[in-house]
């Protein structure tokens, strides 16, 4: 699905929950929506289809998953492309100007005013959202909520095939992570990665800002895109997932605050 015009006004959308279940879901790359103004960024409009845009199937595996778990949600409704918010303010690629062989000239040049209308307007929006989602659910459950937050990744990048189907994405808090590799394992033909196909360790990212510097125990999921890339598969991701993070959100473990330190670099 292609979102386009005012609805990307709206920088996030919250799905209400259970609060007092002390989990929070989130999903940073929701959407491909433009609000009207940017047209496509000067992109050919299929480009936005395309995961350089968003997490294909993110959207529905999250809604799913807060479905079945009463968990509250906190999605993303603008593009990656315009801002991502799965990158710190200083990031070099919190704006691209090409991805995946794609050039992007909406993005370049970029005046600097123009850089601080996408953070105020949409990222600075989204990440207040998802900072006020975790405070309410520590409100309502009395300690540290668990955060878990949703991507997808292509089958092929740069022409390797990437073999999992999904992967768990982690700092230096195992908490979650581990444990989940573990369950997911021993489920028949899944394959799955630790820290694949990316590393969990990114200084300024949503769950080093919200999560890893507050010692709120946290994981990202990856889940393969052709896997989710309709309803039927989006159900059934959600359906494997909910029961597991169900069982992890369980343990009074994961609602200490603790502290892991990082590894994303000296004065991180």
Partial sequence: MTHTGDEAEEPFLFVDGNSALGMVLLADHARNALPARYGTLGLPHGELTRHIAYDIGAEGVTRHLAALTSAPAVLSTFSRLLIDPNRGEDDPTLIRQIYDRAIIPGNHPLPERER???????????????????????????????????????PQMQGHRRPWHVGLLWDCDDRAAVRLIRMLAAEDGIVVGDNEPYDGALHG????????????????????????????????????????????????????????????????
């Fill in 205 to 268: 990212d949503t769950m080093f800002t919200h999560c890893t510097v507050h010692g709120i125990a946290h994981v990202l999921i990856e889940i393969r895109q052709d896997l989710v890339a309709d309803e039927t598969g989006q159900a059934a991701w959600a359906g494997r997932l909910a029961p597991l993070l169900m069982r992890v959100n369980a343990d009074p473990a994961l609602h200490v605050v603790q502290y892991f330190g990082t590894r994303t670099g000296p004065g991180a």
């Fill in 116 to 154: 601080e209308e996408r953070l105020d307007r949409f990222y600075r929006p989204y990440h207040r959202a998802v900072a006020q989602a975790i405070a309410a659910a520590g409100r309502a459950c009395g300690h540290a909520p668990f955060v878990v937050s949703i991507h997808t990744f292509t």
